[in-house]
């Protein structure tokens, strides 16, 4: 048996010298996703939770940076030097973008916020580290998250060493006496429950949102047991109707319970790899000084990434001036198209599956991007491979958002990149493959 | 005394309930140094470890994005659909520019490795984080840097809650007699040195590089003890001439033991937060599956920040594709600057400080942004805070770069943003301050 000098001798290492969560399912579900995509690409793929491709156009790259570039000479004042200096140069940890998130916040979801209470995240991933890296002091420290949860939010847990305990969903996005339950017997286990991530409009993957009452009764659990919520909210303008949105939790929030997390990787693109997060709680240090949440989670910031480029910040801040920092507005195409995905994801399986009797059934979100098939028999990435080769379909195994052993018979369908004539083609292979499985476990 | 409920039902945090790290001194310099030179905007800032700003160009962004999207095309037979999600979507966690980079390795370092081996990152900061994440496995992990150390790498330690151990710089850049003996030590009170943090070329902040007699033996050492050595390299194309260039640890390692951290930072420019990092370590998992070191590091990296920008990416690329992957020719101008800047500030010194016996000294590096000034008084932010304020010149105290609590009387000055007439005037300021120290402290 070889020791670890040993096997740098030979230039080599072995997992077990590495940091144990490498082998930890959580880490490899994102990579296992595409990569099989990558295998099967001509398989329709209801798999990909990303935005819509079709109204991307590289020329409107150059058209944000120079509005972005107008707005710092024209409203902020700056010369021309310093506005090369915002784009090229390190610049501030907090991010540049920040008056006109607070003011597209004001705009689209009714959240008034001090800009100084927002932190410019290198997308919404790097905001989740920040705060749960702040939160963990000691393994005592724990996580609560509504299962399923997005599996971006249990890999930083990993990377933090925070253990994630599971608060059941419910019909109603969260269990609230489970959510209470798991606090109390966390904290009768030695535990201290920190916060617990919720993600309340259209979650991933379950495409369930919470109602207006749930939420104040969560916003009421979490200020009573000194809790945080970090409510992810990256579907929530995506609702089918204006009627549909509810306001968030940071919008109902009296007690500064929520650290709110944003991304543009629906609403903007993907490729700047902005998001942010808004914490607003005064933090009191040992010596008598008072700071924000987001100053102490700048400073993590400062040593993870050290700022959010510049240059993809301009590109967002432009995108946001083009539309009177009103997301809505910008967004106005996309939700169409999504809206119209989705009834006919959901009328398409009415009519493949009209009989729930046969233990085939779905769930119907009024906005977002997924819809959930519960189905009577095992579904793993076994199952996918098979889809993919035998069926050319990809979609996402359910068992990926709950913590590891957990049989899961359900999956995720995705509305979000593909044509009419691609949902039509998927469902008709989801069908096939479904049905045949259904055969064979009835045999 | 009010517990973590009764606290957070005010709305309010205590620093005590946050991660500990975040009242280390380490965490909070970075900061500290940006903080001052915005309270201090008049004053000659010879601290600023920052590129020179005077080459970039706005419209440079566009004609950058549009090559690497001519190269996408051209050379690797993209689709213009292909171009647009490459650029606007999520992308490949190790990025989209390796084989530039490697392309760039090859020509400027005569560094041959795999595309596949390299991971791009948000800068080279999280490069150190992805490293040292995943070196640290359990608390008996350590890390040995050679002090004085950059502070992001001693910030980095600091999330993942690896000790740092100092090794001795000595004159050569690495003392390896100490070097040696801090493995030993550590070994002997049960920790394990897993990897030596060093800056061989033109170091942040001593402006030390080292001989290639002794890379020779850092790398045996390296080798033989079972350690990896992070060779991080963001000064090393700034040689005052090319005959004063050393091959990298990178370029004359054989047996794997060298992970290579590279920044486009100085390169290229700060504002696109792109670095990254070699990792051709071979990795046997417990089920006998092989991948690279980079494979495992692009994990943590898609539980982190996903992957870097694609547009910022892009820029970078675009930029090695104008100057054929040589940065050491995109570079001819910004060289001759801080070539020409260093000297003014070592012959500046010369003439204000002539006599050695007064106590005041200083190097003479032959490359790079950083001159180390020594004086026998005590150097700290105290006196940093009266410099700016009552002198009107900025520098660094270079207590930041060793372990909390170690006093040293030394302070490092940059020439990279400055012109020749602020040099000038931050020397005879500096003049001013040390000889008004030197009085007091005969007094």
Not at 57 to 81: H, I, K, N, P, V
Request: hydrophobic residues 40%; aromatic residues 6%.
């Amino acid at each position: 048996m070889s020791t670890t000098a040993d096997s740098l001798r030979l230039g080599q290492l072995h997992t077990a010298q590495l940091f144990g969560a490498l082998e930890d399912p959580a880490l490899n579900s994102m990579n296992f996703l595409n990569e099989i995509s990558h295998r099967y690409p001509d398989a329709v793929s209801l798999a990909a939770g990303r935005p819509v491709e079709q109204f991307f156009e590289t020329d409107a790259l150059q058209r944000y940076l120079r509005r972005f570039c107008q707005y710092l000479e024209a409203d902020l004042g700056y010369s021309e030097e310093e506005v090369r200096r915002t784009l090229f140069q390190y610049g501030r940890t907090k991010g540049v973008v920040h008056g006109l998130i607070a003011a597209n916040l004001a705009q689209d979801e009714g959240i008034s916020v001090d800009p100084e209470a927002i932190v410019v995240t290198v997308g919404c991933q790097e905001a989740m580290f920040l705060v749960l890296r702040a939160l963990r002091t000691s393994p005592s420290d724990a996580l609560l998250a509504v299962t399923p949860t997005y599996v971006g939010l249990t890999g930083a847990a990993r990377l933090v060493e925070m253990p994630v305990l599971p608060v059941a969903a419910g019909s109603g996005g969260v269990d609230l006496d489970d959510l209470e339950n798991q606090i109390r017997q966390a904290r009768a286990s030695g535990l201290r429950p920190r916060a617990c991530y919720v993600m309340p409009d259209f979650a991933n993957p379950s495409g369930v949102s919470m109602s207006l009452a749930d939420r104040r009764r969560l916003l009421a659990i979490a200020a009573a047991e000194g809790i945080l919520l970090l409510e992810d909210n990256p579907y929530g303008l995506f609702s089918h109707a204006d009627e549909q949105r509810q306001p968030t939790l940071k919008a109902l929030d009296e007690h500064r319970s929520v650290v709110y997390l944003g991304s543009f990787a629906k609403t903007a693109m993907p490729g700047v790899r902005v998001g942010y997060l808004v914490a607003d709680q005064p933090v009191l240090d040992s010596v008598g000084g008072r700071s924000l949440l987001a100053d102490q989670l700048s400073k993590i910031k400062s040593m993870l990434t050290v700022n959010t480029s510049p240059i993809t910040q301009a590109i967002v801040g432009g995108k946001l001036l083009e539309n009177d920092c009103s997301l809505l507005r910008a967004n106005e195409r996309e939700r169409a198209v999504y809206t119209r995905n989705m009834r006919l994801m959901v009328d398409g399986l009415a009519q493949r599956f009209p009989d729930p009797e046969r233990g085939v059934t779905y769930n119907v979100p009024v906005g977002g991007f997924f819809v959930v098939i519960t189905v009577p028999f095992g579904v793993d990435d076994a199952l996918l491979e098979r889809s993919a080769a035998e069926y050319g379909v990809l979609w996402t195994s359910m068992h990926h958002f709950y913590e590891p052993g957990v049989e899961v018979n359900a999956l995720r369908l995705s509305c979000s990149t593909v044509t009419p004539q691609q949902i039509e083609i998927g469902l008709d292979r989801m069908a096939r493959l479904i049905n045949d499985e259904l055969r064979a476990s009835q045999r």
